[in-house]
């Protein structure tokens, strides 16, 4: 049996104190749904140095990962954004069926890509 889980975090702070706090970094994230997991894509921008994209979505459709089966994210980068915020994962692996995407990065590091066919 496979479960998803969709943790939703909210509070409230003053305008001053959500200027200069810096966004948490993101947790590990698992997910089998491929909607999901497609919507999730959609929020996510990589910039800074190697890999980049505006939209993870885009990016995975474009190496063709239309009915992604699996997605695990995890780390802290700084250039990575979810939703507009910076700190969204570092890397992520990204299954359709026998097919992986890879995409790995982190503070001060150059982001590379990936993709392996498993047997």
């Known amino acids: 049996m496979k479960h998803d889980t969709l943790i939703v975090v909210t509070g409230r702070m003053n305008k001053s104190e959500a200027a200069s706090t810096p966004p948490a970094p993101m947790e590990k994230i698992s997910l089998a749904n491929s ?3 497609l ?3 959609s929020h996510v921008a990589l910039r800074g140095k190697g890999f980049v994209t505006e939209s993870l979505l885009d ?4 190496f063709g990962f239309t009915e992604p089966t699996q ?3 995890d780390g802290t980068d700084p250039d990575a954004y979810y939703n507009g915020r910076p700190n969204a994962w570092a ?3 990204l299954r359709e069926w026998k097919r992986v995407l890879m995409i790995y990065g982190g503070s001060g590091k150059v982001r590379r890509y990936q993709i392996t066919e498993t047997p």
């Open 35 to 37: 909607d999901q997991i």
């Open 39 to 41: 919507e999730l894509l």
């Open 59 to 62: 990016a995975a459709l474009d």
């Open 71 to 73: 997605l695990t994210a």
């Open 91 to 93: 890397n992520y692996h």
